[in-house]
């Protein structure tokens, strides 16, 4: 059995690091972009200025509308106060709007947290790359996925819900059966362990076409 055990413990932490490795690359490329947009700045002026100098003001119109939908694909969208949550937040937000997913998001962070880093990234992204999963079975009018993140006196209350194929989830001990394989169910162990070791809270819930997943965490 400890053996069992082991080998258990560790893929559960194999697949953390690569859940991170993911997450990296993911907010890495999001920044590559933005730093990206700021090197060529100096560039987009001259070009405005050329314009401007021959009086072609429609070209300026044009050249602006063109920047501003560059800009707007990485613009910063949740400013929650945490970096580490603004960089996961933000990037797995782009990741669903790229996949046709509405986002809603609200959220704030005022304080600072005991919780780790490693812990919200995997959290977080568990949280959103199976809220996607499931967004994606959806005809694309329907794929919406709602975050809401704030204190609650001394707690930090996470919620992510998104809607469903219009079943209700069949649920087998604590968990809801996973239909994405096995790292989907190490990934919802792994959230499970996190927010045990903190002394936080977690409910998940199955209702009316939609899943649900809340967590409560201590930062006291």
């Excluded at 907010?27 to 009086?55: E, L, P, S």
């Excluded at 977690?202 to 076409?209: K, Q, T, Y």
Aim: net charge neutral; proline share 2%; aromatic share 8%.
């Amino acid at each position: 059995m400890g053996l069992l055990s082991k080998r258990i413990d560790q893929r559960i932490a194999d697949y953390q690091r690569e859940l991170i490795e993911t997450h990296y690359r993911e907010v890495d490329n999001m920044y590559r972009q933005i730093r990206g947009w700021r090197h060529d700045y100096r560039n987009h002026i001259q070009t405005m200025k050329a314009y401007a100098a021959a009086g072609d003001w429609e070209a300026i119109q044009r050249y602006l509308d063109l920047l501003d939908e560059d800009l707007t694909t990485v613009d910063t969208v949740i400013k929650t106060g945490n970096p580490m949550a603004d960089a996961i937040l933000n990037s797995k937000i782009s990741l669903a709007k790229a996949k046709g997913i509405t986002v809603v998001a609200d959220a704030q962070i005022p304080v600072r947290l005991r919780s780790s880093e490693i812990d919200l990234c995997c959290i977080i992204g568990n949280l959103f790359d199976n809220a996607i999963e499931a967004s994606q079975k959806l005809p694309e009018d329907q794929r919406v996925i709602r975050v809401y993140m704030d204190m609650k006196n001394t707690q930090l209350y996470i919620s992510f819900t998104n809607f469903t194929a219009g079943k209700k989830l069949k649920k087998e001990g604590k968990l809801f059966r996973s239909t994405k394989g096995e790292g989907h169910g190490f990934g919802l162990v792994r959230i499970d362990a996190i927010v045990e070791r903190l002394g936080g809270y977690i409910s998940r819930n199955s209702e009316d076409g939609a899943f649900t997943t809340e967590i409560l965490l201590p930062q006291l």
